[in-house]
């Protein structure tokens, strides 16, 4: 299990940094907004600037998955990235949700490897 585990963070860093690094770089061709109310939702995040946020957020948390340390931090600012990523597909473009569904059975795997560091947040 210990090797899955490793396996699973160097898997979601590299994603995570390589995301992350092309929000700044540009390096994957990005494809044209979907019609509709989740191409409107990319373009107002592109044109204020937020998905300048979200990448920095993104390299970060790859970051620190890549290197090993800190890895709880990474795994809670991951969480509220996949809630999102999710939350977008589900709502407003379905057909493009199987990374996320992959980005989040790897995060669940870390996530347990780790549960004895999360264990206080879930005391009364």
């Known amino acids: 299990m210990k090797i ?30 979907p019609p509709g109310l989740a191409g409107d939702y990319v373009k ?13 957020v993104q390299l970060v948390i790859g970051l620190l998955l890549l290197i090993g340390r800190f890895v709880p931090l990474a795994l809670t600012l991951l969480a509220a990235m996949i809630f999102n990523i999710l ?20 995060w669940a795997l870390l996530v347990w490897q780790y549960r004895d560091r999360f264990s206080g947040l879930l005391r009364p």
């Open 44 to 56: 107002v995040f592109v044109a204020s600037g937020y998905a300048n946020v979200i990448g920095a």
């Open 87 to 106: 939350a977008f597909h589900i709502l407003m473009e379905p057909a493009g949700i199987g990374p996320g569904i992959v980005v989040a059975l790897l």
């Open 4 to 33: 899955l585990s490793i396996i699973a963070r160097l898997l979601l860093g590299l994603a995570f940094t390589l995301f992350g690094l092309n929000f700044f770089l540009h390096f994957i061709p990005q494809p044209p907004p």
